[in-house]
C-alpha cells in the first residue's frame, strides 16, 4: 500500500505512470436552490481544464440549457430511462443509408435551423433547405431544355421552367441547376433495386441570362423512414412522416453564393405538416395544368407522348433570387461578431 | 393517375388507406430574424397535434433549448455532422454493461442534476448522488458490527461507522444501509472474471437507535470506462476519468425518504474533477487513523490481522440524515406545482 499514497486502483495507477491528472480544490458546495449549482460546477471546471475556446463555448452552452431543460421540466428517472433508452436504440439502429439521429435533428427542426443559420439570406432572396439524403454524385450534366426524366418512368408530365437573379432583379450568367427528385411513385433512383438508371436528376447548365428549363415528371409526396425509432417520436408527438412533394435543387453561379433548396407545388399535401420542416411559404407555388398542343411542342413534348400520359403537361415557373459572395460575406460577419462574443 | 388526387406516391397511399393524416393550414412563413422563427413553427404544430400533455411540455421545452442553443453557438455543418456521429457511436458502442449515453449526461452532469431534482431535500438532510452501474440484488443482509470483505481482499483495513437520523437530530429506528465498495485495487466484485464471490456489499441492519458499523477494506480511486467516446468527451474538456474513493450507501427506513448516496474521504484525489459530479462537499470527510490494538480488538479486528496489513486500521465516521416522507411530499408538492405550469 505504500506504493500507492494517492490510494487509486490499479486502472488508475497504470494511467499515472504517463501523466497525473490535474485535480481542483473542491471549494464550493453545489446544491439546488442556492447560488452556486451543479450547472455552475460543470460550467467552472470546463473553464478551468478545457484546452479549446470554441469547445468550451459549446459546452457551456450545451449545459446550460440541457440543464434549464431539466429545471423546467423536472423529468422522472422513468422519463430520463426512456430517453437514454430512445438515444441509445436511435445509434444502434443507424445504418449507412439511414441515421436515425439525423431524422431526429430534422424532426425536431434543427437540422433546418443550422442550415439557416449558416446560410444567412439577404431579404429577397430564395430561401434555403438541407438536401437530405438522396442527391448523388452522378448527376449527367444536360443543356437547359433537356428531358432528365426516362420514357418508363412513373408519373405526370412536368415542364419546369425558371430564371436565376440576383438581388437586384438581374439574369445570373454561369448558373448550373443541379436538380434531384422523385418519380410519380415517390422514389427516386437509387430507391430502385440496383438502381437500373440514372434518372429524375441532372446538372441543368442555364442560358447566359440565367434562364433554364427542363422535362420531366411531376413529383409526389413520399415518407421518411418511420419503420424505427423516429416513427415512435412522430407518433408520440401526434405527427405523420409524410413529406411534401418537392424538386431539389442546388443552384450556382460564379460570384453568387450556393443556394440549396427544394420546390414544393401549392397542391401538395402535408405541406403544413411537413416532417423535416422545409416548406417555407415562399418556396411553394402553384403549379398549372397546360393542355395546349402547341405548347407541347414548344416544351419540347411529342403530342403522343402527352396523349398516353393523360393529355396535359404540368407548368411548374419560379424565380431563383442568389445573394453576391459579397452580400453574404457581409451578413456572416454580423452573425461571427454574435458567436465570437461566447 | 386519376386514382392518386393527392399526388402521394406509393408508399404513402399503403399507409392512406388506413388513416389519412391530418394537414394544416401552412399559414406563416418561417424564418430567422422575423417574429416567426422555425421554433414557433415547430411548437405550434406539436401544440395542435401531441395528443398528451406531459409529451407536449417536455418536447416544447426541449425545442426551445436546442433551438436557443444553436443561435447562441451557431454550429457549423462540419459541427454538426460530428455531434450525429459522436451520438450515432455512442449508441452503437452501448452495451448492457456500459451505456455509454448514461456516462455522456452523467459527465454532463444531467444524472446528479435530475436524481438531485427528483431527491429534494430539506436543509440538513444528507445529500444524494446515483447508485451507478455497480448496485446489485444479492448483497447478504446482516447485522450491524458484520465484516462485508472477505480475507482475500486487497486493500487496507476500514472500520465505518454511522447513525441515521431524521431532521431533528434523533435516531431513526428500524433503518437498513446498503453499501456496496470498491476493493484496494479499485474493483468491485463484480469486476473480478466469473464473480468468485460476494464481496465489499452487505445490507447492514442499524441498531434501534439508528447507529451501525461495519469492517471492510477502505476503498479506492477507479476510472470510468474511458475507451470508448466518453473518453473522447472528456479529452475533448480536458478532463480525466478518474472518480474519488468512495462508498455507495442505500439507506432506508419506514416513515423516511430513502437516501441513496456516496461518502468520499477528504484524502482522496480527484474530488475536485470527479466526472460524474457526484462529490458533494457535505459529503467528504475525514477519515482517521487508529493504531491502538485495544481499538481494533473493540471494532472486531484480531491483532495479527491488522499487523499483516500495514499496523492500522482507518476510522470513517458519518451521520446520515433522512427526511421523513412527510417532509419530502411537502418538498414535492411545491416542485410539482413548477412542472404543472408547463
Known amino acids: 500500500m505504500m506504493k500507492d499514497p494517492l490510494r487509486v486502483g490499479k486502472a488508475i495507477r497504470a494511467q499515472l505512470e504517463h501523466e497525473i491528472p490535474r485535480d481542483l480544490p473542491l471549494e464550493k458546495d453545489f446544491r439546488e436552490g442556492t447560488n452556486y449549482t451543479i450547472t455552475d460546477h460543470v460550467n467552472e471546471l470546463h473553464a478551468q481544464l478545457c484546452p479549446d475556446k470554441r469547445t468550451l463555448g459549446l459546452f457551456t452552452s450545451l449545459v446550460n440549457h440541457l440543464h434549464a431543460f431539466a429545471r423546467e421540466t423536472q423529468p422522472t428517472h422513468g ?35 443550422i442550415d439557416e443559420l449558416n ?20 448527376a449527367p450534366e444536360l443543356p437547359s431544355g433537356s428531358s432528365v426524366a426516362s420514357t418508363n418512368t412513373a408519373g405526370e408530365l412536368m415542364y419546369f421552367e425558371a430564371t436565376v437573379k440576383d438581388t437586384k432583379g ?17 422514389l427516386y433512383d437509387v430507391q430502385y433495386p440496383n438502381r437500373p438508371e440514372i434518372n429524375d436528376r441532372a446538372r441543368i447548365i442555364a442560358e447566359p441570362n440565367g434562364h433554364f428549363s427542363y422535362r420531366g415528371i411531376l413529383p409526389v409526396a413520399y415518407p421518411i423512414p418511420s419503420d424505427g425509432p423516429i416513427g415512435d417520436f412522430l407518433h408520440a408527438l401526434g405527427r405523420h412522416p409524410h413529406r411534401s412533394s418537392h424538386i431539389h435543387f442546388m443552384i450556382t453561379a460564379p460570384g453568387y453564393d450556393d443556394l440549396t433548396t427544394a420546390l414544393y407545388p401549392s397542391h401538395s399535401p402535408f405541406l403544413g405538416t411537413d416532417p423535416v420542416f422545409a416548406t417555407k411559404k415562399s418556396l411553394v407555388t402553384s403549379v398549372t395544368e ?19 400520359r393523360g393529355g396535359r403537361v404540368w407548368l411548374w415557373k419560379y424565380e431563383f433570387v442568389l445573394p453576391s459572395v459579397e452580400e453574404v460575406v457581409e451578413l456572416k460577419k454580423r452573425h461571427d461578431a ?5
Chains 1, 2 share one sequence.
Open 79 to 113: 422519463e430520463w430511462t426512456r430517453a437514454i433508452e430512445y438515444l441509445t436504440r436511435a445509434g444502434k439502429e443507424s445504418t449507412e443509408y439511414k441515421n436515425e439521429l439525423i431524422l431526429l435533428s430534422d424532426c425536431l427542426g434543427l437540422s433546418a435551423l
Open 119 to 138: 446560410h444567412p439570406k439577404p431579404s429577397g432572396c430564395t430561401d434555403g433547405c438541407e438536401p437530405g439524403p438522396f442527391k448523388t454524385d452522378d
Open 170 to 186: 438581374q439574369g445570373v450568367p454561369g448558373a448550373k441547376a443541379e436538380m434531384w427528385q422523385a418519380d410519380g411513385d415517390g
Open 290 to 308: 397546360e393542355r395546349d398542343p402547341a405548347r407541347w411542342k414548344a416544351m419540347g413534348f411529342s403530342e403522343g407522348e402527352v396523349q398516353k
Open 338 to 342: 454574435k458567436v465570437s462574443k461566447l
